[in-house]
Structure formats: C-alpha cells, structure tokens
C-alpha cells in the first residue's frame, strides 16, 4: 500500500487519536492516520467497526486493510503511523436532532453498537445521508456519553424529549 502518498500540508481534520490527510490525486479518499504507542490496535478496531457499519450505509467505506502509507511534508518524505483509507465526508457544524437519533436507532437495530459518542463532530454526510466517521471504540463507549441519557442519542428514553432535564444520569 506504500504506493498511497497523503500530504500532510493537507490536514482535513482530527479527533483524539486520529488525524484524516488527503491523499494526493485522489478529491474523495482520505487517510485516517492514528497516533501514539497503540496506533495499530486503535485503526485496527475503528476499521473493523467502519467496515461493519459502513455495510449498511452508516458509515463511509474503507478501502483495502489497515496500513501505512508515504507521506510527504513539502520536501520531506517518510512513511506514516498505522491507518486506513476511507471514503471523505461533507461535515456541518450542526446536524437535526431528529436526523441524529435516527443515525444512532440505525446504528443499535442494523449493527447491535451503541454510538454513544454521536455529536456533531462525529457525524458527516455522504450521498445526502447521515454517517458515523469516528469509529473508534469511544465512539462506542458509555463513558463517552455525548448526551448524558441512560441510552445513546439526543433523546431522553424516559421523557421522549430532546434537551430535557427530567432526570440526572
């Protein structure tokens, strides 16, 4: 896969573990580049999890396996931290509550995952529907629990209401 060159003057966008670059000559691939000592193991699960997803239209598709590619930095080249090669998004700073619940229902019927981590930053577009683009395991995680409720999303399951206040988890 080392034939793959991203560009790290073409930083697209990050998370806590992860970093998206442009690969040069491709306008909708990208490649997910992950950080730190357990870089593998982290794209290892975020693509398996992708792959899963993305079977059912949640998520953008990946290409080929988990990897490292070239990398250049203006002059410089090297070779990058572990990762994977994925469809790009369109991104908003705000997507509907209603459109999120959905994603996350969508998610927990077709996979059995629950996205607990499901704001805004989490979520993009693709072929006018909404995705999960981080699948890594926090995304996945109760800690990481975006909306506070007892269950994933925007909604409270208790009152079936969007920003409630009717109880404190």
């Excluded at 699948?135 to 629990?145: I, P």
């Excluded at 409720?149 to 208790?158: L, T």
Aim: with cysteine; proline share 2%; glycine share 6%.
């Amino acid at each position: 896969m080392l034939s793959i060159c991203i560009d790290y003057n073409d930083f697209l966008a990050c998370g806590g573990s992860v970093d998206l670059f442009s690969i040069i000559g491709s306008d909708n691939l990208g490649f997910k580049e992950f950080n730190g000592k357990l870089a593998l193991k982290k794209a290892t699960y975020a693509w398996k999890t992708q792959k899963k997803l993305a079977k059912f239209n949640l998520a953008p598709k990946v290409i080929g396996k988990v990897c490292k590619v070239k990398a250049k930095e203006d002059e410089k080249e090297w070779t990058s931290n572990w990762g994977y090669i994925t469809e790009l998004v369109h991104t908003r700073e705000q997507y509907s509550y209603t459109a999120i619940e959905k994603l996350v229902n969508d998610i927990k019927s077709k996979t059995n995952l629950k996205f607990w981590d499901c704001h805004d930053s989490n979520i993009g577009i693709l072929k006018n529907r909404l995705v999960c683009i981080d699948t890594g395991s926090e995304s996945f995680d109760r800690d990481c629990n975006a909306w506070g409720f007892r269950e994933p999303g925007p909604r409270c399951v208790d009152c079936n209401k969007y920003q409630c206040s009717c109880c404190d988890y």
